[in-house]
């Protein structure tokens, strides 16, 4: 099944689609059954740490825009925010054909 994820400024304002095949979500501060995302508020660095191989990561600013498209991550990955701006990051996994999403908060 396909659903489409809108992604919207924090105007409240449509900005882009993301077609996502099947949907998880992870709220900030709390954990899937196998990926935890902290710390969340993230000031410059934060841990992406799953129990299952990862076979895709992509972490995209509010308009949609990939800042960060990796394959084949390690378990345990250490993502640099330091250089982009504070707001709302959607953490996108790929495990086994699902998708886990993760909203990230940057201060």
């Given at each position: 099944?396909?659903y489409m994820?809108a992604?919207?400024?924090v105007?409240?304002k449509?900005?882009a689609?993301i077609?996502i ?7 900030t ?5 196998h ?7 993230v000031?410059?660095f934060f ?6 191989d990862?076979?895709?990561?992509e972490?995209?600013?509010v308009t ?5 498209d990796k394959?084949n991550?390690n378990?345990?990955e ?6 982009h701006?504070?707001?709302v990051?959607?953490?996108k996994?790929?495990?086994e054909?699902?998708?886990t ?7």
């Amino acid at each position: 099944m396909l659903y489409m994820m809108a992604l919207l400024h924090v105007s409240g304002k449509f900005k882009a689609y993301i077609p996502i095949t099947t949907l998880q979500t992870i709220h900030t501060n709390s954990t899937a059954e196998h990926l935890k995302v902290y710390p969340n508020p993230v000031f410059d660095f934060f841990t992406v740490n799953s129990t299952e191989d990862i076979d895709k990561m992509e972490l995209l600013n509010v308009t949609g825009q990939k800042i960060l498209d990796k394959n084949n991550p390690n378990k345990i990955e250490i993502l640099d925010l330091s250089n982009h701006s504070k707001g709302v990051y959607i953490l996108k996994t790929y495990i086994e054909n699902k998708v886990t999403l993760a909203k990230i908060i940057k201060n």
